[in-house]
């Protein structure tokens, strides 16, 4: 008996299983009402817990309302709030942070990451257990790494100033990886990059064994030298993939927020501030529900727009 | 099969009488919201006394300083029934008591003769009145608190330390009168070999998240006599704010923190201000008032190795106000039972052996005691302090108020950006724009 057959029967077998009132219910129904009927629950579900906030923020982003005072009557202000945003320069200065921190982690974590998976796909002897030790750090809490971070950061006790001391011969004591200006915000792109490099290392990883052998077998008959191949075949085949990652991590990295404040409370000062600790502060501690709104709307803006930008851009790329 | 049955009816019942007795017990316990600190601990050995007089059970909720604005302002925003009792700060009266989370007390007071005239004036006018100053009370003060120091008593009175100190400045070493007199001191002790391990001279508050810098900064901002308005509630700020006594203060705290800290101390409260000390890192540290029980107590540095002093003068006598005072909740269900807790509190005897187990009584019939000021080795200048404390804005904006602050000290005093004039400028640019939008400027 075919599996067609089978599959038949056992149709028919429910069919008839079912109770009279609920058959006729269904029968009346197309094919295209019953998927709306599946999907309906789903599609619900989304409307009520992303779409529905997200249009109530746009809302609130036109109002003076606070979340701390229900009862206040609640204002329309046009767009004053994003004036406010846009013209605050502690807001713009929180850009710039965040700017370097994602500049510099990226180009980090996607410099490292490809060495990494280059060499882990060597495969030499170990290089599982290698892989397995390189993705430790991305398996970790943001709150322990910030923690464990912190420790190693410290002047006096922490493992990380030694280290250092002893290569340059420095004091230990005589510089601080959080409590400077000049360091703090190397220190959070150092603990970013040790956390996520393995992340753009898998993805590397995955692009660099999808490229078939007989390529470089065809470029070694064409007696390709190892930076002619690397430039003409590895490069280009790995980009897809390599832009993947760099989107995934960016947007990410864009709206960082535990592992910073674990490790500096965005400071000192403002200097290691990212506009997403900022946003937290308007508007969980200042309470400035309205303001906050809108500047929640301007960073999803930004991110969306740049997403789009770079996604037409990877599909240009992958279609070379 | 009767047996059987008759069994199952009776452990049925029990079951039923048990489940109802949970619930007749659960409905009497109210819960009491407040920091995790030490005093806390003392609180809940306290409490039992409530429990054993009235039948109703105490259950305890307490959160870490660093979370414990965050966390109570929420719970409170969000007309949450957690706590029937909060001890909260005083900066959070005007929002309590305008944003309606607390209940009023005046009525309660007068039906139970509980009268404010018992409690120490400082600790009335800052915990538990709102508008400031009028009869309008939202609290009953609880734990009376200030900023205060702590020193090597057994540094100090090594003879050869003397001996060098005399040497650099020309005077015994003791306990600084003034801040000018601190910072020598701190400076002479850092860097200093003592035991063959080096000593760095102060910890002093540099924390950016909460509310830290503002607490230790204020308390040399107070001393050369910052005022936050020209003319209470005015909300004047110009020329009070950033009058040259406060630029000078500012630059003085700043000056503190460069020459005579521990390093790493960047983002440094109440529990790296304990760990730096209990270390034996730095000779002097400031701290709130409520931990020096548990370090006059501690083996490494408690007994005869550490000595008290109140926070010095420079132009005036003043201390950064700490402490709480104890309110109903208006959301709780249980208003009724977390009342007659408040009124058990407010008795001289309750007050009498708060303090006794390491709370700080505002309790008249305490302080005035005879015997306070010997009764610890620190309470003679608790009461000092109490007497010339000064307080953050109580606003109901307040969160937004001392987050510029924290942004604008640490700024400038960590981050060594720009001068402490402009600090002080931009200070007063963010309030006026917070006064605005609340409609009082």
């Known amino acids: 008996m075919s599996q067609m057959q089978i599959s038949q029967r056992a149709a028919d077998r429910l069919a008839r299983s079912t109770p009279h009132g609920i058959a006729r219910r269904v029968r009346g129904l197309s094919d295209k009402a019953i998927a709306w009927l599946f999907i309906a629950p789903t599609i619900v579900l989304l409307l009520a817990i992303n779409v529905f906030p997200l249009i109530w923020t746009v809302y609130l982003s036109f109002t003076d309302f606070r979340a701390n005072r229900i009862n206040r009557a609640v204002e329309w202000v046009g767009l004053r709030n994003y004036e406010r945003v846009l013209t605050d320069p502690d807001i713009w200065h929180n850009m710039l942070v965040t700017a370097h921190f994602l500049f510099w982690t990226m180009f980090f974590q996607v410099l490292i990451g490809f060495a990494l998976a280059w060499l882990i796909n060597k495969n030499f002897r170990g290089h599982g257990v290698w892989t397995t030790i390189i993705l430790l750090p991305m398996m970790l809490s943001p709150a322990v790494v910030g923690n464990f971070w912190t420790f190693l950061y410290q002047p006096q006790i922490g493992l990380f100033n030694y280290v250092i001391s002893f290569f340059t011969g420095a004091d230990p004591s005589s510089f601080q990886m959080i409590g400077s200006v000049n360091l703090a915000p190397w220190a959070i792109v150092i603990v970013d990059t040790w956390m996520w490099t393995p992340y753009t290392m898998l993805i590397c990883l995955a692009g660099l064994r999808s490229i078939p052998d007989y390529i470089y077998e065809a470029a070694e008959v064409d007696r390709a030298g190892p930076f002619r191949t690397f ?14 990652a760099v ?9 960082m927020f535990d592992l910073v404040v674990e490790l500096t409370s965005g400071g000192p000062g403002s200097v290691t501030e990212l506009a997403s600790i900022n946003l937290k502060r308007e508007a969980f501690e200042k309470w400035r529900t309205g303001l906050s709104s809108a500047f929640a709307i301007i960073l999803f803006v930004t991110v969306f727009g740049a997403a789009n930008i770079y996604v037409k851009a990877l599909n240009t790329v992958k279609s070379r | 099969m009767n047996g059987y049955r008759k069994t199952w009816a009776a452990v049925l019942c029990g079951t039923m009488l048990g489940g109802f007795a949970t619930t007749s017990a ?21 409490s ?7 039948g109703i059970g105490m259950k305890f909720e307490f959160v870490p300083w660093p979370n414990f604005a965050d966390r109570m302002l929420n719970e409170l925003n969000s007309g949450g029934k957690l706590c029937d009792l909060l001890i909260g700060d005083s900066q959070w009266i005007g929002g309590g008591a305008e944003n309606g989370h607390y209940v009023k007390l005046n009525d309660f007071f007068d039906a139970e003769g509980i009268s404010m005239d018992d409690f120490a004036p400082a600790t009335v006018y800052a915990y538990s009145t709102w508008p ?18 702590f020193y090597r008593k057994d540094w100090f009175s090594k003879p050869e330390i003397q001996e060098a100190f005399k040497a650099e400045y ?9 801040q000018r007199e601190l910072m020598e001191i701190a400076r002479f002790f850092q860097g200093r070999e003592i035991d063959g391990k080096t000593r760095y001279g102060v910890n002093i508050f540099t924390e950016r998240g909460s509310e830290g810098i503002t607490m230790g900064a204020t308390g040399a901002l107070y001393a050369w006599g910052f005022k936050y308005e020209n003319t209470p509630g005015k909300y004047d700020m110009e020329g009070a704010v950033n009058s040259p006594e406060a630029v000078e203060a500012l630059e003085f705290y700043k000056e503190l923190y460069k020459c005579c800290t521990a390093p790493g101390y960047t983002d440094s409260y109440m529990q790296e201000s304990l760990d730096s000390f209990k270390s034996g890192q730095v000779a002097m540290a400031m701290n709130w008032f409520a931990f020096f029980p548990g370090l006059y107590k501690d083996e490494q540095v408690g007994g005869d190795k550490i000595g008290f002093f109140v ?12 402490g709480q005072g104890i309110s109903v909740i208006s959301y709780s269900e249980k208003k009724d039972e977390a009342l007659k807790y408040i009124k058990w509190f407010a008795q001289p005897a309750v007050q009498a052996k708060w303090w006794s187990l390491g709370g700080y009584s505002a309790h008249n019939s305490v302080l005035n005691d005879p ?39 640490h700024d400038y005093i960590v981050a060594d950006q720009g001068t402490a004039q402009e600090a002080l400028d931009k200070l007063i640019a963010d309030w006026t724009e917070t006064f605005e939008d609340e409609g009082k400027l």
């Open chain 1, 231 to 244: 430039w003409s075949i590895t490069l280009p085949m790995v980009m897809p993939f390599l832009m993947l």
């Open chain 1, 247 to 255: 989107l995934f991590r960016s947007i990410e990295n864009f709206k």
């Open chain 2, 26 to 46: 659960q409905a009497q316990d109210i819960t009491l919201c407040w920091a995790a600190w030490d005093p806390a601990n003392a609180l809940v050995e306290l």
């Open chain 2, 48 to 54: 039992k006394d409530f429990t054993a007089e009235t």
């Open chain 2, 132 to 149: 400031k100053g009028t009869p309008n009370y939202w609290a009953l003060p609880a734990m009376g608190d200030a900023n205060a120091w």
């Open chain 2, 170 to 178: 020309g005077r015994d070493l003791a306990p600084p009168e003034t």
């Open chain 2, 311 to 322: 926070n010095p003068k420079q132009n005036v006598e003043a201390s950064t106000l700490g």
């Open chain 2, 371 to 409: 015997g306070f000021k010997d009764s610890q080795p620190f309470a003679a200048d608790f009461l000092k302090a109490m007497g010339a404390v000064q307080d953050f804005w109580q606003e109901p904006a307040y969160a937004e108020l001392l987050l510029a602050m924290q942004k604008r000290l």
